[in-house]
């Protein structure tokens, strides 16, 4: 008799269901946005001098393009329930093309010290920091989409 034939595990209440879209890609964006911050944390703690302080600002810009492109819905953008407030949808539709805009200019600048301090550059620097900062914006913004656009908001109501 084995010892552990009386032994049961819980299901996991997250798995329960046919739905999963919206686990896994909450999922998926939390790993994409603790990748990119991994990055940069990594090419600091490594290469203390190559990565100047000024250059967080572009990870700090991401991870709030993160927060307004995500806290509008869908629903909100359509006009389908967002009827009040001083803007209406036109007040949700900017904020979100606000995010974007805010979430591109920081790949576009990560993007710039990448090349612009690393690449075209004849000093004998190591090109991890920028390649880094770079890394850490695109994963954030991708990790954006995809919380953004990879959830169903049907089960909300």
Same mark, same amino acid.
């Given at each position: 008799m084995n010892c552990f034939e009386n032994v049961s595990m819980p299901n996991c209440v997250w798995?329960? =269901?046919?739905?999963?879209?919206? !686990?896994l890609s909450a999922m998926a964006a939390g790993f994409l946005f603790f990748t990119g911050w991994w990055?940069?944390?990594?090419s600091a703690s490594m290469y203390p001098n190559d990565l100047?302080?000024?250059? +967080?600002v572009c990870g700090v810009m991401a991870t709030i393009s993160l927060v307004m492109i995500n806290? !509008?819905?869908n629903a909100q953008v359509r006009g389908e329930t967002y009827t009040g407030g001083c803007m209406g949808p036109r007040g949700a539709r900017l904020w979100l093309f606000l995010g974007f805009v805010v979430g591109f200019a920081s790949l576009i600048a990560a993007c710039w010290i990448l090349f612009a301090?690393?690449?075209?550059?004849?000093?004998?620097? +190591?090109? %991890?920091? =920028?390649?880094?900062?770079?890394l850490q914006n695109a994963f954030i913004f991708a990790g954006s989409l !995809?919380?953004?656009?990879?959830?169903?908001?049907?089960? %909300?109501g």
């Open positions: 798995f329960e =269901g046919g739905e999963r879209r919206n !686990v990055f940069i944390i990594d100047p302080n000024a250059a +967080h806290s !509008v819905s301090n690393y690449v075209n550059t004849d000093t004998t620097k +190591h090109t %991890w920091a =920028g390649v880094s900062l770079f !995809v919380f953004k656009f990879g959830r169903t908001e049907d089960l %909300w």
